[in-house]
């Protein structure tokens, strides 16, 4: 199954009930009221003295609560309906990270991030952080651009994680705005995120409205999109998968690994702790991580806070 991105005055003219999953919404756009707030909370309580990455994920808090105070300075205003029916028309996500021309605005919000940060990230981040203040509006977009198409190797790494969260943001508070709805179709290439074409940092098992279901967490947007449990998300292969968690098999963190495609992704479980959050438990589980790849698995995922050295 693929995922459309229509306008509210198209739904009507599609059959939702197709395949029988009128009841599942495909497609969950962020919700940015509290979603950066929660995350700094969780990096929070997650960097515990017995995680050998509590600095790391104090560190993260201070970038996630940066982000937070950059979205209430500088709104955006655009024009989501024209941006949907291009992409109608172009068959692509209706903001590609590939194609979308982006807007200084990002400029803007990434200003706000490094003048935020500049005086409470540790010592030896405070030399990037200058230095990209140093950094040309130019060589800047190439950076970006590079980032967005996968490009990592020609980013310096502590300079991309600063980059992206100003991406991110920009992807995030563009996609909260999107008013229409989502429909499913018969289609491939469901790892990708449907609203930028990005791909997740971890997938959710959620309680509530959506008790049960699992959704995809894009890692650059913060979209959320419906794949069915129990199916690999990178190469849809059901057959080979097999769950590891560090504690028992009711763990609230897992990874789900495929031996078709040697890929594997984690599983966060809401039921099992209700703060579970997408970016933050996935960094703070990196233990894990490690057991996978010495199983000769890799990540189908990107975490924006561990961008890959190649």
């Given at each position: 199954m693929s995922i459309r991105i229509l306008p509210k005055e198209e739904i009507g003219k599609n059959e939702l009930s197709k395949n029988g999953i009128s009841h599942i919404p495909p497609v969950l756009f962020p919700d940015l009221n509290n979603l950066y707030q929660s995350r700094a909370e969780r990096f929070q309580s997650l960097a515990t003295p017995e995680n050998p990455f509590s600095e790391y994920l104090l560190f993260a808090a201070h970038v996630t609560r940066a982000q937070q105070n950059a979205l209430y300075k500088h709104p955006l205003m655009l024009?989501?309906?024209a941006i949907l029916q291009q992409s109608m028309v172009a068959n692509k996500p209706p903001l590609d990270c590939k194609t979308f021309i982006r807007t200084d605005h990002w400029h803007k919000l990434f200003a706000s991030l490094i003048t935020e940060l500049a005086p409470v990230v540790p010592e030896q981040v405070k030399p990037a952080l200058e230095n990209l203040t140093k950094v040309s509006i130019h060589q800047l977009e190439l950076m970006a651009t590079a980032l967005l198409n996968g490009e990592f190797s020609?980013?310096?790494?502590?300079?991309?994680?600063f980059i992206w969260a100003a991406l991110s943001l920009f992807w995030a508070q563009m996609a909260s705005?999107?008013?229409g709805k989502a429909t499913a179709e018969n289609g491939e290439h469901r790892q990708f995120c449907p609203v930028c074409g990005s791909i997740p940092v971890s997938s959710v098992v959620q309680i509530g409205t959506n008790q049960g279901l699992r959704y995809l967490h894009c890692n650059l947007c913060e979209t959320e999109w419906h794949v069915v449990r129990i199916k690999c998300?990178?190469?849809?292969q059901t057959k080979e998968l097999d769950y590891w968690s560090l504690a028992s098999e009711y763990a609230a963190i897992k990874a789900e690994s495929c031996g078709d495609c040697g890929s594997y992704l984690k599983i966060l479980y809401q039921e099992r702790d209700a703060k579970v959050d997408a970016v933050a438990d996935d960094l703070a589980s990196l233990i894990l991580d490690a057991k996978l790849e010495e199983e000769g698995f890799a990540r189908s995922s990107i975490n924006s806070f561990l961008f890959p050295c190649e």
């Open positions: 024009d989501i309906m020609r980013v310096p790494l502590e300079q991309a994680l705005q999107i008013p998300s990178n190469c849809e």
